[in-house]
């Protein structure tokens, strides 16, 4: 229902009720009356002033009616009013949380939001934690030396022992034991050679000592040396053959950044002899990706 056309058209209906009440009450003051015999010769109403006695009646009822519509047309024009401002208001609410969601997230998630920039930063401090664990382990590695080792050059006849580096770091403190096994059962502990701190990729030379054999056709040891990093043993077989010295050499490391026993280099000479394969027993097969060579 128009609420609109029922209020207008009640309004000109009170209008209309309200005129012809105003005029029909003067109509009726001034109707004369006249004396019935009938009753007494009382004064009453000519027909003329009883028809405009019973239109003014109807005005008043009509004028009521106007009214009453009138104030219910206002009634539901006000609470649609209302529901339109609250649908309004709500619309307006609605709109604005969109642009402060909008917003927050133009400040959390937008190029230059908070959580792009603390994935930023949280990518440099990663960056920033990997360089400075990369340089403490690089330091690390300078100090102790890392899984560098020395590896004893040796056979009869030789002036001195030379001690090969091999690695990507300096080894610091370092000590040979070297256990001749022709002479385990008269010298089980060996000879120990304090061999010192040593330079990537150089070697130390240091005299022979008491109980190195410096003649002979072959010279087979055990050679367990320490240092700052942690320990590794050499095995070493050295036999003459018609044109030198055929060689066989592996290294064990037993590093202190190691879980376990690793085989860091492995040479055996082609020109070594066979019927000298069994001073190659502690050779035994190597699981997984062959050894490099040793020098």
């Not at 128009?2 to 003067?26: A, H």
């Not at 709500?90 to 969601?101: C, G, P, R, S």
């Not at 005299?207 to 070493?236: Q, Y």
């Not at 044109?243 to 190691?258: P, Q």
Request: aromatic share 8%.
């Amino acid at each position: 229902m128009n609420y609109e056309i029922l209020k207008t058209v009640s309004q000109i209906l009170t209008y209309i009720g309200l005129s012809v009440s105003s005029i029909l009450t003067w109509i009726n003051l001034h109707f004369k009356t006249s004396q019935d015999p009938d009753a007494g010769h009382r004064k009453i109403l000519t027909p003329a002033g009883k028809a405009a006695r019973i239109f003014l009646v109807i005005s008043f009822v009509l004028t009521i009616c106007s009214a009453i519509v009138q104030n219910y047309a206002d009634s539901q024009l006000r609470r649609a009013a209302e529901q339109r401002g609250t649908k309004a208001i709500q619309a307006a609410l609605e709109e604005q949380h969109k642009l402060y969601v909008n917003e927050l997230e133009q400040q959390f998630e937008g190029p230059n939001g908070v959580i792009p920039k603390i994935g930023e930063q949280a990518k440099a401090l990663k960056a920033a934690e990997s360089l400075i664990v990369t340089q403490s382990s690089e330091t690390i590695n300078q100090f102790t030396g890392s899984e560098s080792y020395a590896v004893l050059m040796y056979a009869p006849g030789q002036g001195s022992l030379l001690f090969a580096h091999v690695g990507k770091y300096p080894l610091y403190g370092v000590s040979a034991r070297i256990a001749d096994l022709d002479q385990m059962p008269t010298n089980l502990a060996g000879v120990t050679v304090p061999v010192g701190d040593m330079i990537r990729e150089h070697a130390n030379i240091e005299s022979i000592p008491a109980g190195i054999p410096t003649s002979g056709d072959h010279f087979n040891a055990n050679v367990f040396f320490t240092a700052r990093n942690g320990d590794w043993t050499e095995l070493l077989r050295v036999i003459r053959v018609n044109d030198g010295w055929a060689r066989a050499i592996r290294v064990m490391g037993r590093f202190t950044s190691l879980k376990k026993e690793k085989v860091m280099c492995e040479t055996i000479d082609p020109k070594f002899p066979q019927n000298a394969a069994s001073v190659l027993n502690e050779f035994k097969p190597v699981d997984g990706p062959k050894p490099p060579r040793c020098l």
